[in-house]
């Protein structure tokens, strides 16, 4: 008898209309279009108009990738968002997720692991389908990041951008499914990537807002260094548990940080640039959402097969970096 396993059963994808470029931003600051394409790979991004609020393109996501998977949102039993920005800290946007799909009897709970929040919730999610009666679990990644970006601070406005992507997980037969999910954090990077204030070390006062600390930071050159050999040993480490070697991967989808990161893992790991989902030059970092609007893409446009090989890696604040391996 085939042994139970956790697959992905639909995905879906929901982007903000608002297109802005890189000449748009050489008029905020003292930037260009020629570094931001070199130095990251992006050439525009999404950007949410001010009455827009996370839970907006999560739900839109989530429907399509309920429909994709021809499952009502009635008989979803679970509702993970991983995001770093929520509609508001209370109560969990899931809740509201919940609400607007329908999904009645789903319990609901959001995830903060920054970039890598998807790949942690996707593991989560798997360890219920396989340990519980659940059936149906909704894994979201949705961002709106510009809202907490400080639109003077060249270094990190060029880089992050607003989107959600969805997955539902649903109990299904190996060899389909989760082969293998590993996550890491080590706190003691915590300070590269913040936002501050809002919360009981900082709250919101006249002083945080007057010192900017409701803003994203990033000491993006220290992240970079660390970053590349953090993806290619977690990547590995998934691959290993899998029992698959890099050469049999047949899609790469990596968190959308940065080309140059992700050229130089799928480099290390030997795995074709044909074999590399990128679309950073269309989305910039949107953090946690990153990975499942790449699946989205690639799954839509018939490039992810039934049997393929799906290689997920992320790393982000906390800091934060995990990687999984899906079988199609
Ligand atoms: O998603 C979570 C994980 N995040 C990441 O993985 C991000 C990782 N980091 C990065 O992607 C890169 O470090 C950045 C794209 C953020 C920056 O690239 P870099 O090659 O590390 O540049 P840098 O920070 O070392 O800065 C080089 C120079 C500096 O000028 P000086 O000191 O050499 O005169 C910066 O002030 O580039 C300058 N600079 C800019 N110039 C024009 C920084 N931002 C900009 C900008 N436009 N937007």
Same mark, same amino acid.
């Given at each position: 008898?085939?042994?139970? %396993?956790?697959?992905?059963s639909g995905t879906g994808m929901s982007v903000p209309e608002r297109v802005v470029t890189n000449a748009d931003l050489e008029k905020l600051v003292d930037t260009s279009d020629e570094w931001i394409r070199t130095r990251t790979g992006i050439r525009e991004r999404h950007v949410a108009r001010e009455d827009e609020c996370m839970s907006k393109f999560a739900v839109e996501a989530s429907r399509r990738a309920l429909?994709?998977?021809?499952?009502?949102?009635?008989?979803?039993?679970l509702v993970v968002c991983a995001t770093v920005t929520p509609d508001m800290p209370i109560p969990a946007t899931s809740c509201s997720i919940q609400q607007q799909l329908g999904c009645g009897k789903a319990a609901a709970f959001d995830m903060q692991a920054g970039c890598s929040g998807f790949i942690y919730a996707q593991s989560v999610a798997k360890q219920f389908?396989?340990?519980?009666?659940?059936?149906?679990?909704?894994?979201?990644?949705?961002?709106?990041?510009?809202?907490?970006?400080?639109? %003077?601070?060249?270094?990190?406005?060029v880089l992050f951008a607003d989107g959600a992507g969805a997955t539902?997980? %649903?109990?299904?037969?190996?060899?389909?499914?989760?082969?293998?999910?590993?996550?890491?954090?080590?706190?003691?990077?915590?300070?590269?990537?913040?936002?501050?204030?809002?919360?009981?070390?900082?709250?919101? %006062?006249?002083?945080?807002?007057r010192r900017g600390m409701h803003f994203i930071r990033?000491?993006?050159?220290?992240?970079?260094?660390?970053?590349?050999?953090?993806?290619?040993?977690?990547a590995r480490e998934a691959?290993?548990?899998?029992?698959?070697?890099?050469?049999?991967?047949?899609?790469?989808?990596?968190?959308?940080?940065?080309?140059?990161?992700?050229?130089?893992?799928?480099?290390?790991?030997?795995?074709?640039?044909?074999?590399?989902?990128?679309?950073?030059?269309?989305y910039g970092n949107t953090s946690a959402a990153s990975i499942p609007i790449a699946l989205d893409e690639a799954v839509r446009s018939g490039r992810v097969r039934a049997g393929d090989v799906v290689l997920?890696?992320?790393?982000?604040?906390?800091?934060?970096?995990?990687?999984?391996?899906?079988?199609?």
């Amino acid at each position: 008898m085939a042994s139970r %396993s956790a697959v992905i059963s639909g995905t879906g994808m929901s982007v903000p209309e608002r297109v802005v470029t890189n000449a748009d931003l050489e008029k905020l600051v003292d930037t260009s279009d020629e570094w931001i394409r070199t130095r990251t790979g992006i050439r525009e991004r999404h950007v949410a108009r001010e009455d827009e609020c996370m839970s907006k393109f999560a739900v839109e996501a989530s429907r399509r990738a309920l429909e994709a998977a021809a499952v009502d949102a009635k008989d979803v039993d679970l509702v993970v968002c991983a995001t770093v920005t929520p509609d508001m800290p209370i109560p969990a946007t899931s809740c509201s997720i919940q609400q607007q799909l329908g999904c009645g009897k789903a319990a609901a709970f959001d995830m903060q692991a920054g970039c890598s929040g998807f790949i942690y919730a996707q593991s989560v999610a798997k360890q219920f389908l396989l340990t519980s009666r659940c059936s149906h679990i909704l894994v979201i990644g949705a961002e709106l990041l510009t809202k907490f970006v400080d639109w %003077s601070d060249r270094t990190t406005c060029v880089l992050f951008a607003d989107g959600a992507g969805a997955t539902l997980m %649903s109990a299904g037969e190996a060899p389909r499914g989760v082969l293998a999910s590993v996550m890491h954090t080590d706190g003691n990077m915590g300070d590269f990537i913040t936002l501050e204030a809002g919360g009981t070390l900082h709250p919101p %006062s006249e002083e945080t807002l007057r010192r900017g600390m409701h803003f994203i930071r990033m000491r993006g050159n220290e992240t970079f260094k660390i970053a590349v050999r953090m993806l290619e040993d977690v990547a590995r480490e998934a691959l290993d548990q899998a029992g698959i070697p890099a050469e049999r991967v047949d899609w790469f989808i990596p968190h959308q940080a940065n080309l140059r990161i992700i050229d130089a893992v799928a480099k290390r790991l030997a795995i074709p640039e044909e074999r590399c989902c990128v679309n950073v030059d269309r989305y910039g970092n949107t953090s946690a959402a990153s990975i499942p609007i790449a699946l989205d893409e690639a799954v839509r446009s018939g490039r992810v097969r039934a049997g393929d090989v799906v290689l997920m890696a992320a790393f982000g604040a906390g800091l934060t970096w995990a990687a999984s391996v899906v079988r199609w």
